[in-house]
C-alpha cells in the first residue's frame, strides 16, 4: 500500500518537475555560443583567400600585449638584398637523390682578407634566413643583430662572415617551392635532404668565393648540427668549430617534438600533400606548429616570471577580473603569446620546407653504424672505424678525461664516429634550462670528443631562464663565450 501511495504522489508531481527542466533546459540554450578565436581565425582564412599573394605574406602582424618581453627578429630578407650562387652542375645527396642545380642566397659582413684567411661560415636554425644582421641593403635588424659587428662575438673588424639559407629553405635558396627544370613547383617531389647536402652546397659556394679554409664554423641549434657537420666533412677547411645548443645525435625526445610539429601541419586539409602552391596554405596546420616550437624553444620558468597566470585584457580596455566567467578561447596570457606567435609565422614559412629541414634534423647522427649505414666519409680524410672489433666496447680514453661512469650504450659508437674533429679546436655551449637540445646532449658531445682523442675541447654550460632560444638573446654569455674561444 506504500508503494502505491508513493508511485502516485511522484506521479502528481511529474509535471511540475518536467516543467523545470524545461525551463532550465531553455535557459542554458538561450545564448549562442560565442567563439572569438574561431571567428578570428575565419576571418584569416577569408583575407588569405581574398589575397593573390597570399602564401609568402608579409603583413605588418602588431605585437599585442602578449609579446612583451625579449623576442629575437625573424626578418624575412628582400630578394634585392641577398646574394645568390647559381651551381649549374648536379648535386648527390646523401639518401641517393641527385639535385640537377640549385641556388644559395647568402649576405655578408666585414671585409674578406687578401688570402681569404678570416672568413667565418655562420650556420642558422631551422627557419631562419641569411638575413643575421643588418647591412646596407637591408637596415632591418637580423636574428644575430647583436651578436655581428665591430668589437662583438662576430668583430667584423676581424672577420668576414657568411651567412646562407640552406639548401631545403625559402628564402632564396633552393627548397621545396622552388621551380625545377621543367618550370614546375617541385613541392614534395623534393627530395630528402640531410644537415650534410646543406653543408655540401655550402661549401659549394665556398668553393666559388675562393674560399678554401674556413677560419671558423658556427652554429646553434640545428646551425650547431651543420657547425659539426662541416668539420667532419671537410677537416682540413675548417679551422675551428662553434656548436651552440646543438647536438652530434638527435634524441627521441627531439624527434618526438618535430614530429608532433610536422604531424599537425601534414593533417590540414590545405596542405594536400604538398600541393598547395596554387590554391590556399595550410596555414592552420603552420600556426599549430609553431605554437608546439614555441613551447619547445623557451622555458617554464621563463613564462612564470613573464606571464604567470595573468589574465589578457578585455576587449573593451577592461582590466581583467579574476571573477569573470572563464571561455575556451584564450584566457591567460600564455594563451594570446602562443596564439601570436603562431599567426605572426604561419605565411612568413613555406610550410613543405618546415617538414623537409625538420627531418633533416631528426636523421642527424654522428654514431658510427649510423654514419657507415649511409655510406658518408670525410673528403679527405680516411673513414673513422671503432678501435676494436666491437662496436660495444669502449674506445680508450686518454688520461686526462676519463670515461663517464655511466654512459649511454651508443655512446662508444659516437666517440668512434666523431674521430675525424679530434684535431680541429671546438667550443660547446649548452644551456641549462633547454628542453629541445638539453644540456645532456652537450655534456654527451664533449665526453665523446674527448674519448675520440681531442684535447682541444672547450664546454660551457650557462644558466638563464630563456631556454633554447637563449643563443638568440644571451648576448652577454653567449657573445663572450664565442668572441673569447674565436680571439
Known amino acids: 500500500m506504500n508503494l502505491i501511495a508513493r ?41 588569405i583567400l581574398a589575397s593573390s599573394f597570399y602564401h609568402y605574406s608579409q603583413t605588418d602582424i602588431r605585437a599585442s600585449s602578449s609579446d612583451s618581453g625579449p623576442e ?24 641517393g637523390s641527385t639535385l640537377p642545380s640549385f641556388d644559395i642566397a647568402y649576405e655578408t659582413w666585414g671585409t674578406l682578407s687578401p688570402s681569404h684567411d678570416n672568413v667565418i661560415l655562420l650556420h642558422t636554425g631551422l627557419s631562419a634566413s641569411s638575413h643575421a644582421a643588418s647591412t646596407e641593403l637591408n637596415p632591418t635588424e637580423g636574428w644575430w643583430e647583436k651578436f655581428i659587428g665591430p668589437g662583438r662575438a662576430l668583430d667584423t673588424n676581424q672577420f668576414f662572415i657568411i651567412c646562407t639559407n640552406v639548401l631545403g ?31 655540401q652546397a655550402q661549401f659549394k659556394l665556398l668553393d666559388h668565393l675562393g674560399v678554401q679554409k674556413l677560419y671558423a664554423s658556427v652554429g646553434s641549434s640545428m646551425g650547431g648540427m651543420q657547425s659539426l657537420a662541416a668539420g ?15 647536438t652530434a645525435r638527435s634524441s627521441p625526445g627531439s624527434i618526438a617534438m618535430r614530429y608532433a610539429q610536422r604531424s599537425v601541419l601534414m593533417a590540414d586539409p590545405n596542405w594536400n600533400n604538398g600541393s598547395y602552391y596554387d590554391d590556399l596554405p595550410p596555414h592552420t596546420g603552420m600556426k599549430l606548429a609553431r605554437q608546439i616550437a614555441t613551447i619547445t624553444y623557451r622555458s617554464g620558468p621563463e613564462w612564470d616570471q613573464r606571464f604567470g597566470r595573468k589574465l589578457q585584457e578585455l576587449k573593451d580596455g577592461q582590466s581583467p577580473s579574476p571573477s569573470r566567467s572563464p571561455t575556451l578561447c584564450p584566457d591567460f596570457l600564455i594563451e594570446t ?66 670515461p663517464p661512469l655511466h654512459y649511454a650504450p651508443h655512446f662508444p659508437e659516437l666517440a668512434a664516429g666523431l674521430q675525424p674533429l679530434k684535431s ?36 660551457f654550460e650557462l644558466g638563464g631562464v630563456w631556454g633554447h632560444d637563449t643563443f638568440l638573446l644571451d648576448v652577454l654569455n653567449v657573445g663572450g663565450a664565442v668572441r673569447g674561444f674565436l680571439s
Open 7 to 47: 508511485n502516485s504522489s511522484r506521479l502528481r508531481t511529474l509535471p511540475h518537475r518536467l516543467s523545470s527542466l524545461t525551463f532550465l533546459r531553455c535557459a542554458l540554450t538561450t545564448a549562442t555560443p560565442s567563439f572569438p578565436c574561431v571567428d578570428a581565425h575565419a576571418a584569416r582564412e577569408s583575407k
Open 72 to 95: 629575437p627578429p625573424y626578418a624575412r630578407p628582400n630578394p634585392l638584398s641577398y646574394n645568390k650562387y647559381h651551381h649549374r652542375y648536379p648535386l648527390e645527396l646523401t639518401y
Open 169 to 199: 629553405g625559402c628564402y632564396g635558396s633552393t627548397g621545396p617551392s622552388s621551380l625545377d627544370p621543367e618550370g614546375q613547383r617541385y613541392a614534395t617531389r623534393f627530395p630528402i635532404l640531410s644537415i650534410f647536402d646543406m653543408v
Open 232 to 246: 667532419w666533412l671537410f677537416p682540413d677547411r675548417v679551422g675551428k668549430i662553434v656548436s651552440i645548443s646543438g
Open 337 to 402: 603569446y602562443l596564439d601570436h606567435q603562431g599567426e605572426q609565422f604561419c605565411l612568413k614559412y613555406d610550410a613543405n620546407s618546415l617538414l623537409y629541414i625538420s627531418k633533416a634534423m631528426d636523421l642527424f647522427d654522428l654514431t658510427l653504424p649510423a654514419l657507415q649505414e649511409i655510406a658518408m666519409t670525410p673528403a679527405t680524410h680516411a673513414p673513422p672505424s671503432l678501435p676494436m672489433s666491437s662496436s660495444r666496447q669502449s674506445p680508450v680514453p686518454p688520461k686526462s678525461h676519463p
Open 424 to 459: 680541429i679546436p671546438i667550443l660547446v655551449l649548452g644551456v641549462q634550462s633547454d628542453i629541445l637540445f638539453p644540456v645532456e646532449q652537450q655534456r654527451e658531445l664533449v665526453d665523446a670528443l674527448r674519448m675520440a682523442g681531442s684535447t682541444q675541447v672547450s664546454y
